[in-house]
């Protein structure tokens, strides 16, 4: 078992590494999916078997077939090397500083920080689906829909980067 996790867990860092190092987009979609899968095998392990089926079909499935439909319809070939100016990487900087201090206030002050997430212990009246549903979009709702408006953002940013000059 232990060498399946550490299989797995390798499985995910490489397929994140050649998300970052690939120069082709279909490429870095594909190392994603290999990413993906990776993650599903882990939870799948961890006995989340719902969470490790879900990985699967959403992620691994319904989202990188978005994924590679936006980059085939962008026609994004290989990226060119830009020249970054020096307000680019100041700015640049300045968000990364920014995101740091947010997750550090996150991490000291949330509310959920330093507590052990609630246990779903088997209970023959209410199913493990049913549980994680009440969890997600009562307790944990304000998260998913910033992980929401985050994928978006990141969405239109990235159509925003690709788009070409109008000549």
Known sequence: MT???YFFSALVLFGG??????KNPVSAAFSMVISFLGMAALFIQLDAFLIGVL???VYAGAI???????IMLLDVEEVEKRKLSLPTVIRAGG??????VLISTVLM???TAGQALPKLVASPEKSDVLRIGELLFGTYWLPIQIIAV???TATVGVVVLSKRELK
């Open 55 to 57: 990985q699967v079909l």
């Open 3 to 5: 060498f399946l996790f």
């Open 109 to 111: 002050r949330g509310g």
């Open 64 to 70: 990188m077939v978005l994924f590679l439909f936006i």
């Open 150 to 152: 985050l994928l978006l």
């Open 17 to 22: 590494l050649g998300v970052v190092f690939a």
């Open 95 to 100: 968000v990364g500083a920014a995101l740091v």
